[in-house]
C-alpha cells in the first residue's frame, strides 16, 4: 500500500509505502541510503554491525513508519484523499489532521 505526500513549501512529490519493507528485509541499510535518509542509514549500518545483520528483521518492520513519521514533520502533506485515509487508519494522522 503507497501513499502520495507532497512537500507544502517546495511541491516535491513523494511515493513512500506504508507496513512492511521487503527492501529493509532482504538489503538492510540501503534502502535508506539510497532515499537520503542518512540518519537512519547510519543507525541501521550500526546496528547492523552489532547484531550481525539480525537487526534487519526489526527494522524491516518499523523503517517505513519511521521514513512516513520523518516525511510528515519535514512539511509533508497528502496528495489526495485515499493518501490521506491510508494515513489516519494506519495512525499517522488524526481523522481531523489536515480536514481544510
Same mark, same amino acid.
Given at each position: 500500500? *503507497?501513499?502520495?505526500?507532497?512537500n #507544502?513549501?517546495? *511541491?516535491?512529490?513523494?511515493?513512500? #509505502?506504508?507496513?512492511?519493507?521487503?527492501?529493509?528485509f532482504f538489503f538492510g541499510f540501503f534502502p535508506a541510503l539510497f532515499r537520503g535518509d542518512w540518519k537512519w542509514a547510519l543507525i541501521m549500518f550500526i546496528t547492523s554491525l552489532i547484531t550481525v545483520g539480525i537487526s534487519s528483521i526489526v527494522f524491516a518492520f518499523i523503517y517505513n513508519k519511521i521514513y512516513i513519521n520523518n516525511l510528515l514533520s519535514k512539511d509533508?502533506?497528502?496528495?489526495?484523499?485515499?493518501?490521506?485515509?491510508?494515513?489516519?487508519?494506519?495512525?499517522?494522522?488524526s481523522n481531523n489532521a489536515l480536514s481544510n
Open positions: 500500500m *503507497n501513499v502520495n505526500l507532497k #507544502k513549501k517546495t *511541491n516535491q512529490l513523494i511515493q513512500a #509505502k506504508v507496513g512492511f519493507s521487503w527492501t529493509t509533508y502533506i497528502p496528495c489526495d484523499e485515499s493518501s490521506r485515509h491510508i494515513l489516519v487508519n494506519k495512525g499517522f494522522l
